[in-house]
């Protein structure tokens, strides 16, 4: 099955504790993004990769970082958590860069306290 | 990038027709418009998207007139698990992709 996998779903940490949040897709997507969402604010770009390697800061970039080493994965870093990331996040892939249809994950619940 | 707003709220019942506008005032010549679809802590998902006229599939329909400074989301005979937010995005190219900005959307609750 066609599909964004996002681990783990739900999180609990500490101010500071680094972390790692997975993402994986299984369609051969060139473009993968992570957003995150805020009552009241709708979806915010973190960050986004066209391809392998190449990474770019989307509109909240701060506090985030990002790697592309396979097509496949595009894991989010948080080096030192804070409050102000608790958030729900997305990820997704997209076939190409010209298409308009993004495949969301199921996305990650994350309360840093 | 094309600034969108759509209602904050609609209100329905089961088997009726719901129609979402979303204004474009400054949608660029190649400009599409797309909509997705998101259900409680779920990310979002493609329903459609048009470039002028009608566009119909499985899910919904796109009307966007001439001037395509609006469009209008149509749902057929919403049911139950039609409840959800709906967003409405004029994607811009830029370096080679589409940006996708989502705003706050449009949250439609379908009753009984």
């Known amino acids: 099955e066609a599909q964004v996998t996002q681990n783990p779903r739900y999180l609990i940490t500490v101010t500071g504790k680094k972390l790692t949040v997975t993402c994986s897709q299984n369609m051969n997507h060139e473009y993968m993004s992570w957003y995150r969402q805020d009552p009241g604010l709708g979806l915010r770009q973190i960050y986004y990769?066209?391809?392998?390697?190449?990474?770019d800061k989307g509109d909240v970039p701060e506090g985030y970082k990002v790697s592309r080493k396979e097509k496949r994965n595009f894991p989010l870093i948080l080096e030192s958590p804070s409050p102000n990331q608790t958030s729900l996040y997305f990820c997704a892939s997209t076939p190409y860069g010209g298409s308009p249809e993004a495949f969301f994950g199921q996305g990650t619940r994350l309360t840093v306290v | 990038l094309a600034k969108t707003t759509q209602p904050i709220s609609m209100d329905s019942y089961e088997g009726q027709e719901v129609n979402i506008t979303c204004s474009h005032n400054n949608i660029a010549t190649n400009d599409y418009i797309t909509w997705y679809q998101q259900f409680p802590s779920q990310g979002p998902r493609f329903i459609i998207q048009?470039?002028?006229t009608k566009v119909t599939n499985e899910v919904a329909s796109l009307f966007i007139p001439a001037d395509r400074k609006s469009s209008t989301l149509s749902l057929p005979r919403v049911s139950l698990s039609d409840t959800a937010v709906y967003y409405c995005l004029v994607p811009t190219k830029n370096t080679g992709f589409q940006k996708l900005v989502f705003g706050t959307g449009t949250r439609l609750l379908v009753s009984p």
């Open positions: 048009g470039y002028k």
């Open positions: 990769s066209m391809n392998v390697e190449v990474t």
